[in-house]
């Protein structure tokens, strides 16, 4: 890339829309992919942009049904101080690089998922039953484009820049059902693994599954 010159005349503004989102068809593992417009309004032509996002899940925003305040409490606590409790959840950072365009372009925006439910935001989507879940995207970087005599100029993309989006809780419940059918991912120590192991040998248990059904009957 040719080396960029001192910056003349107005920086150009960048807004950002999140039209929509799915599962990405085909991927190996589970990925969401968002459409992201960004546009620059009577702006220079744009070069490129290097965009870093982060996508937060601001828990605040959304109300909770009564049907998940038993599994949200690991994360906020008591119901009754989720007043001060909840807070935002950090998802994921991400960063693309977008190709030239003037005036406006919609982007595909790749965010690979985890169903691992030691991630807070893993747990909490998994948790709600229904409806949408807001999400903040807020944006940094570097935009290259056209100066007034047409040499390539940079200038950094603010914080400030943002877009929010509410998300269908399906749309999540989707794609870790087409990966992981009927399942769900906990993560144990090694040692309570081999116990865990050791009982169902000890009981002649068939599965794992088996193993842990028969611990919680019998504490029950």
Do not use: N
């Amino acid at each position: 890339m040719a080396a960029t010159s001192p910056i003349t005349g107005p920086v150009p503004r960048l807004d950002f829309e999140v039209l929509d989102a799915a599962r990405l068809e085909h991927a190996a593992a589970p990925t969401l992919v968002f459409s992201l417009r960004i546009s620059c309004p009577g702006g220079p032509p744009i070069r490129s942009v290097v965009l870093d996002t982060q996508v937060q899940i601001a828990a605040r925003r959304r109300r909770h049904e009564e049907e998940a305040h038993e599994r949200l409490t690991e994360l906020f606590g008591p119901v009754k101080g989720w007043g001060a409790t909840l807070h935002t959840l950090l998802w994921a950072r991400i960063t693309l690089a977008v190709p030239p365009f003037e005036e406006a372009t919609v982007v595909a925006l790749h965010m690979p998922c985890t169903y691992d439910m030691e991630v807070h935001a893993s747990r909490y989507l998994d948790a709600l039953p229904a409806g949408e879940v807001p999400l903040e995207f807020l944006f940094s970087g570097t935009v290259f484009y056209a100066g007034a005599a047409g040499q390539l100029q940079a200038a950094r993309i603010s914080w400030e820049a943002d877009a929010d989006y509410r998300m269908p809780v399906r749309v999540w419940r989707e794609t870790m059902d087409h990966h992981f059918p009927g399942a769900a991912w906990v993560r144990l120590r090694k040692d309570s693994f081999d116990r865990l192991c050791g009982y169902k040998a000890r009981h002649a248990l068939p599965s794992v599954d088996d193993a842990l059904d028969a611990l919680l009957e019998a504490r029950e």
